[in-house]
């Protein structure tokens, strides 16, 4: 896949990876910013992944915008060799499927949805092709989710899921935006999962909320002490139901500032997935658990 760069001003560069959502792209995105930070190339000041692009900012009085589009595609080059595997981790997290809070609100914005006589679960599940909530749950929850950018709201992280294509949750988003989605919300919109780490409006189909902060910028929050933000790039997210009680019990815990997410290392091959997707996933639980 051949990398179409562009000039954003005086100090930025745009690469675009593909027009077409897909991991491969992601990888390849991600894999290019690594190369560059890795480098630490002078003059580069900032650097920004996103779904199937990335960004560059740099001095153009340090360094020219021709030596670092040069330097960039000698990386694209030697990102097609490798390969591709990343060091990551992968993070379980709790959710509270079919919450009251998400479905108060969306009651009070059926005008603005595609089925205004059904939830925003029972429309994705049937869309789907899922016979009930519990089933499309059940695999929306089933397999892993890879991190492909974190931004649009500070410290939001986008999310596409560890299956065949074929097999994609698609949702489309709203006819017409919420003013209003809870904080900590688990959407869906295109093949997109989402997690709105603060309350605002929004547009994507909502499912549940998660009990655990993934933005604190007062760093109070015990897990988020270092990192502001719990999710990167690259990381690898496991979402694990939780009944109304587990889902209260874990918001106790964090009250008193003794929770934290289950963060494991792991390595994830993009070349091992499309070879085996079942036996990387397992792998991949295999990682969470601690074996």
């Not at 051949?2 to 491969?24: K, N, P, Q, T, W």
């Not at 199937?52 to 097609?80: G, T, Y």
């Not at 914005?109 to 016979?131: C, K």
């Not at 910028?217 to 988020?224: A, C, E, F």
Request: aromatic share 12%; charged share 20%.
């Amino acid at each position: 896949m051949s990398i179409r760069f562009s000039y954003g001003g005086d100090e930025h560069i745009f690469g675009e990876v593909s027009e077409a959502m897909s991991l491969a792209s992601f990888f390849t995105g991600l894999s290019m910013i690594n190369a560059v930070r890795a480098a630490q190339i002078p003059g580069v000041i900032e650097t920004c992944p996103a779904n199937a692009s990335f960004q560059v900012k740099f001095d153009p009085d340090r360094i020219s915008p021709a030596d670092l589009l040069a330097e960039l595609k000698s990386f694209e080059v030697e990102a097609a060799k490798s390969d591709q595997t990343l060091a990551t981790r992968i993070i379980e997290l709790p959710v509270y499927f079919q919450d009251p809070w998400t479905h108060e609100v969306e009651m009070r914005f059926r005008e603005r949805h595609q089925d205004p006589n059904a939830t925003d679960l029972e429309y994705s599940a049937r869309i789907n092709g899922y016979a009930t909530i519990e089933e499309f749950v059940a695999a929306y929850a089933g397999q892993p989710w890879f991190v492909s950018m974190v931004g649009f709201v500070a410290g939001l992280p986008f999310l596409y899921q560890l299956v065949e294509q074929k097999k994609q949750i698609q949702a489309p988003k709203y006819l017409r935006p919420r003013t209003d989605t809870p904080k900590l919300t688990v959407g869906h919109g295109g093949c997109f999962s989402a997690i709105y780490s603060v309350r605002g409006a929004g547009g994507y189909q909502m499912y549940g909320v998660t009990p655990a902060p993934i933005y604190d910028p007062t760093r109070q929050v015990r897990y988020l002490s270092e990192e502001m933000c719990l999710f990167k790039p690259g990381d690898i997210v496991k979402y694990r139901p939780q009944t109304r009680d587990e889902y209260d019990a874990t918001l106790e815990q964090i009250a008193a500032n003794a929770w934290e997410p289950t963060i494991r290392a792991c390595d994830f091959s993009l070349t091992d997935f499309n070879r085996d997707m079942a036996g990387t996933n397992a792998r991949l639980m295999e990682a969470l658990n601690g074996n």
